[in-house]
């Protein structure tokens, strides 16, 4: 097993990076926007739109599942404010929320990649 030997915790190191990293709420925060894009469908309907924003339709065909579904998952991705909505006229369209989500995506589709 990969473990120490011995336990010899290094107070001023774990101090350092306890007040260094994110607190409970945005871990937790973080955790469920993982959550969400771990979910293929979902993820599918992300990248679809990390090349232009589509109506809910347009996703449907993309993702070969029905309106219903795929208006579902929108929502659970717009609740994390992963996607966002527009209405023209009766269609509503769907992009990326903002550039940091474009950012996660391609740097996990990079990571794939390598």
Do not use: W
């Not at 409970?24 to 894009?37: N, S, T």
């Not at 339709?57 to 929108?74: F, G, K, P, R, Y």
């Amino acid at each position: 097993m990969n473990v120490c030997a011995e336990k010899c915790v290094n107070k001023v190191s774990v101090n350092k990076t306890l007040k260094e990293i994110p607190n409970q709420k945005e871990i937790v925060g973080m955790a469920e926007i993982f959550k969400a894009l771990s979910d293929p469908s979902r993820l599918k309907i992300v990248l679809a739109l990390l090349k232009r924003e589509h109506c809910v339709c347009d996703i449907a065909v993309i993702c070969q599942q029905s309106e219903s579904a795929i208006s579902h998952q929108l929502r659970v991705l717009r609740t994390l404010k992963i996607v966002k909505n527009r209405r023209e006229g009766k269609s509503v369209y769907y992009t990326l929320d903002d550039d940091h989500v474009m950012s996660l995506i391609h740097y996990s589709l990079d990571h794939v990649k390598h």
